[in-house]
């Protein structure tokens, strides 16, 4: 989290892998691109968002009742009453910033729209029909005992043995508190939790499977430090779950990777060290293991204005000397990477603080690079849901095993006046379809699939997802 706010547009434009336009080419593109926005955007103004939407519609493949495309008008503030004279209020709707500022407002009058209240709890322990396995994005959800899940910034490993998804995040059931007038809300280190699924709806809770330290000032994980997006992976060759998460001091200041090892999906993990990988500071991070067996680490670096990607060793517990810097001067951050039909995929967003922004797409062929950019994958809702990633930021995407091409989007709706009520937003992902923002997109070949999130107020997963 923290840093710059705003992310730059990209300043130069690829012919092809390696070669430069020139520049008049590029100057031309540029003119040629602004005129048709700027068209299309004078024609479209009234209906601009249904056409939208129903454009994105007839690009993509609407196979399955996952990709339906729904629009959302709850998200919306109701014109103000008083004040505003009414023509005024006709002339100029309210911005969308307004909407965010609500958001970021504790004591808004809106905060039941972006944090519902328990009574409107997902909760595994009551057999209703038509409610049971329905995700709603945004409401509390319970685990089997009846408690808030405390999973944020998470990841999810499966263990295809046992056929048992384990969900793994910050908890944060502690006191939101500012350490010193600049620093940022936070909750001091609890720990990690572990949660266990069969279905992805009903999660056991399996305890703190990496504990804060309480005593000791100096260790990493002393209450007092930072511990965020901690991912597991398991290793083939050792046998071992391997935890790599983002350890700093309350300044954001030690930008360090910190490693834990356990022998269980259930821990306990002990925890081995912290570093700067490849001598950089790192921030927000992922790991991503690809299907050879080998992992590999990406996070934001040089103030968050880079992401850095390299391999991890065979036994998981360090990086190699091999790095690539990706994604250079565009302020990404939450990366969270997958992998389709040999492509590799990111989401990632903008660096905003607790405050939500505009997700944005990423492929490559090689993991290593080079990155492209291919827009905004969220798709639906309103435009206020779709440039705040559903009020939510990244964190992480879960394949679907019987599903090729589906996925589920992770994501936190970061309460940052109370941490702890801090919610998840899952939606349905899916490769597929042209990608539909040229202007940050490579000209020449290959052309990547569209990535797609899908707002929903209440979804399931169709029956078969398993595929057996
Ligand atoms: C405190 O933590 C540091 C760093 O992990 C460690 O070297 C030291 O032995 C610990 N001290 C105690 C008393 O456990
Ligand atoms: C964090 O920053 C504050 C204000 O600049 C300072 O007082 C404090 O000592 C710093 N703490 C650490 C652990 O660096």
């Known amino acids: 989290m923290r840093m710059r706010n705003k992310q730059r547009k990209p300043t130069t434009l690829h012919c092809n892998a390696g070669s430069r336009c020139t520049l008049s080419a590029v100057v031309w593109s540029l003119v040629g691109c ?12 009234s209906d601009g968002n249904e056409r939208d939407i129903q454009e994105r519609l007839n690009h993509l493949q609407l196979s399955r009742e996952l990709e339906e495309v729904e629009e959302d008008n709850d998200f919306q503030i109701p014109p103000p009453r008083g004040k505003r004279s009414p023509r005024a209020v006709k002339r100029r709707p309210k911005r969308a910033t307004s909407l965010i500022e609500e958001f970021l407002d504790e004591s808004s009058q809106f905060k039941h729209l972006f944090f519902p209240d328990k009574r409107t709890a997902m909760d595994p322990r009551k057999e209703v029909e038509d409610d049971n396995h329905y995700f709603y994005p945004g409401r509390i959800w319970l685990d089997t005992d009846g408690n808030p899940i405390q999973a944020h910034g998470g990841g999810i490993l499966y263990v295809e043995k046992s056929g048992t998804y384990y969900w793994y995040g910050e908890n944060k059931d502690g006191p939101t508190y500012h350490a010193h007038k600049k620093g940022a809300a936070r909750v001091d280190i609890i720990g990690v939790s572990c949660y266990s699924s069969k279905d992805l709806w009903t999660w056991k809770y399996e305890g703190i499977v990496l504990a804060g330290e309480e005593q000791n000032e100096t260790h990493d994980l002393h209450k007092s430090n930072v511990l965020e997006r901690p991912k597991v992976i398991y290793n083939e060759k050792t046998g071992k779950y391997v935890m790599w998460m983002h350890i700093d001091d309350v300044n954001y200041t030690k930008a ?43 996070y934001s670096s040089e103030d968050n204005s880079e992401l850095h990607i ?23 951050e939450a990366p969270a990477i997958f992998k389709y039909d040999g492509t590799y995929y990111m989401v990632t967003s903008g660096c905003t603080g ?30 206020v849901l779709r440039q705040t990633t559903f009020f939510a930021q990244s964190t992480f995407v879960l394949p679907l095993p019987g599903l090729p091409g589906s996925f589920i989007f992770m994501a936190d709706r970061w309460s940052s006046a109370d941490l ?30 569209r990535v797609s999130i899908y707002w929903h107020r209440k979804w399931k997963l169709p029956d078969h997802w398993k595929g057996i």
Request: aromatic content about 12%; overall charge negative.
């Open 310 to 332: 390299g391999p991890l060793t065979d036994d998981y517990f360090d990086v190699t000397h091999i790095m690539r810097r990706i994604l250079v001067g565009k302020h990404r």
């Open 354 to 383: 607790w405050a939500p922004n505009r997700a944005l797409a990423h492929a490559a062929e090689s993991i290593m690079g080079p990155w492209e950019t291919m827009g905004n994958p969220c798709v639906g809702g309103n435009e």
């Open 34 to 45: 602004i005129l048709i926005l700027h068209l299309y955007s004078l024609v479209h103004q």
């Open 420 to 449: 702890r009520e801090s919610r998840y937003v899952w939606l349905p992902l899916a490769v597929g379809g042209a990608a539909d923002q040229p202007l940050e997109y490579n000209f020449g070949f290959p052309l990547w699939s």
């Open 256 to 298: 360090s990777v910190g490693v834990a090892v356990s022998n269980s999906p259930i821990g306990p993990f002990e925890y081995l060290y912290s570093m700067q990988p490849h001598g950089f500071d790192s921030r927000d991070m992922t790991i991503f293991k690809d299907d050879d067996g080998v992992a590999y680490l990406v």
